[in-house]
T-cell receptor
Framework: GESVGLHLPTLSVQEGDNSIINCAYS??????FIWYKQESGKGPQFIID?????DKRQGQRVTVLLNKTVKHLSLQIAATQPGDSAVYFC???????????FGKGTRLSVIA | GAGVSQSPRYKVAKRGQDVALRCDPI?????LFWYQQALGQGPEFLTY????????KSGLPSDRFFAERPEGSVSTLKIQRTQQEDSAVYLC??????????????FGSGTRLTVV
């Protein structure tokens, strides 16, 4: 289940289960979204992206869903593995010539 | 190189000291970004270079922060008269395109700055 840690919400899942990480983005004009994975001591690593003209995109073991009506983005990870343990950030491009804006992140903890 | 390289990995500075953080982007990448990541937070944008031109410095928190990329490759982020609130991980990212977000950025592992 989810709990609020010192700074980051944490999602704990059993190995092999599916994980769903949610993100509420800030600006209805945002047209490009990316999910990043950040392991301890490393920089964010690109996982998957989606543009606002789509509502679903699939990668290898990951799916991103976009609901523009409620400004909600989710990342689904199938058959979660211990190596998926990390902090996950959604990032949005708030239209125009502007840099990516990152959300606050969710810590995924996989229980073996 | 194969990825974005940042140095040093860790830096401890006494309050008031000047520091310089280095970023070696992926060879040939046009765009270079600096982000600041406080503990438990998402990265926050500092500044953006397209080749040697600094096109956006709207995220720099004060005039103590200065960045340069004189030859359009290596970049340095300099912080003068460091304060405790400057303690954070400083991330550099590069991208092959000229647009801000046409491609996902490739991030380095960051420099963790601790001001004591």
């Amino acid at each position: 289940g989810e709990s609020v840690g010192l700074h980051l919400p944490t999602l704990s899942v059993q190995e092999g289960d599916n994980s769903i990480i949610n993100c509420a983005y800030s600006n209805s004009a945002s047209d490009y979204f990316i999910w990043y994975k950040q392991e301890s001591g490393k920089g964010p690593q690109f996982i998957i992206d989606i543009r606002s003209n789509m509502d679903k995109r699939q990668g290898q073991r990951v799916t991103v869903l976009l609901n523009k009506t409620v400004k909600h983005l989710s990342l689904q990870i199938a058959a979660t593995q211990p190596g998926d343990s990390a902090v996950y950030f959604c990032a949005e491009n708030i239209g125009g010539n502007t840099p990516l804006v990152f959300g606050k992140g969710t810590r995924l903890s996989v229980i073996a | 190189g194969a990825g974005v390289s940042q140095s040093p990995r860790y830096k401890v500075a006494k309050r008031g000291q000047d520091v310089a953080l280095r970023c070696d982007p992926i060879s040939g990448h046009v765009s270079l970004f600096w982000y600041q990541q406080a503990l438990g937070q998402g990265p926050e944008f500092l500044t953006y270079f397209q080749n040697e031109a600094q096109l956006d410095k709207s995220g720099l928190p004060s005039d103590r922060f200065f960045a340069e990329r004189p030859e359009g490759s290596v970049s340095t982020l300099k912080i003068q008269r460091t304060q405790q609130e400057d303690s954070a991980v400083y991330l550099c990212a590069s991208s092959p395109g000229r647009e801000y977000t046409n491609y996902g950025y490739t991030f380095g592992s960051g420099t963790r700055l601790t001001v004591v």
